[in-house]
């Protein structure tokens, strides 16, 4: 396997499903209410959030973000997402594409809901991720990626009406002797960190026994904040693709 953590690729179900199938025994905690409208969706600190997505999201990392918030029953959260301000962590020209200035785009770059959350909280939660971010950011644009490796499609995204612009493309990865994968960046960073060349960093790893391969290209996503920008609008537009279906629901 060669995953940024050591999970094979998913074939079928989904990793959310999956998860949340593995700690269904843990039960429900003692939440006041299920009830998805008396939800609130609110801002929460790092730490909170990287509870929730280093035990329940399909790459078990936390990435710099600048935003995070939760949706709570009670006192009792039950999803988080993470949000970038200027798209660094989807492409740090991703901007470009789409016309804008970094701080006008924000990536959804983590997301996860726990075993108990009840039907219909993820969509809420990225909903009033949408609302936060238009209220309180420059942000006029949300980016967020499906990773087929994690059974994923995008269905969250098609149930809140985020338009999908087909895959990016592929970025190239290190892989460890022991299967982790490791970003391109990897020999700048060694040699930033450690002294030398990005070159003979490259040596060394290959020597090694370190290999490269291309990343999976992902479905991208996007929802519009500003629908006052007409261009921006008619970018996305142009770029609309089909909504991907998983395998045997076409």
């Not at 499903?17 to 008396?38: A, F, M, N």
């Not at 990287?50 to 600048?66: D, N, S």
């Not at 960093?201 to 370190?210: D, N």
Request: with cysteine; aromatic share 12%; charged share 25%.
């Amino acid at each position: 396997m060669s995953r940024l953590v050591f999970r094979g690729k998913c074939d079928g179900v989904a990793w959310q499903k999956q998860i949340r199938d593995k700690y269904i025994s843990e039960g429900t905690p003692d939440v006041p209410h299920l009830d998805v409208k008396k939800a609130i969706v609110r801002p929460v600190t790092r730490n909170l959030a990287k509870q929730i997505i280093l035990k329940y999201e399909w790459l078990g990392t936390l990435v710099p973000a600048q935003l995070y918030y939760g949706i709570f029953f009670g006192n009792y959260c039950a999803g988080v997402t993470c949000v970038s301000l200027g798209g660094g962590g989807a492409n740090v020209y991703a901007h470009k594409e789409w016309g804008v200035t970094p701080q006008e785009l924000a990536y959804l770059n983590r997301g996860a809901n726990v075993h108990w959350s009840p039907k219909g909280a993820n969509s809420k939660l990225v909903s009033w991720t949408c609302r936060f971010l238009k209220r309180d950011t420059a942000a006029k644009i949300v980016i967020a990626y499906a990773d087929t490796d994690a059974g994923e499609y995008g269905t969250i995204y098609q149930a809140c009406n985020w338009i999908c612009v087909g895959k990016g493309g592929s970025t190239e990865q290190w892989v460890a002797p022991n299967g982790r994968v490791y970003d391109q960046k990897l020999p700048w960073n060694l040699a930033k960190a450690n002294g030398g060349t990005r070159k003979n960093w490259v040596l060394a790893l290959k020597k090694a026994g370190w290999r490269t391969q291309l990343s999976n290209p992902k479905f991208r996503y996007v929802y519009i904040l500003d629908k006052n920008d007409k261009r921006l609008c008619e970018l996305v537009e142009k770029k609309r693709a089909p909504y991907p279906k998983r395998p045997g629901q076409e």
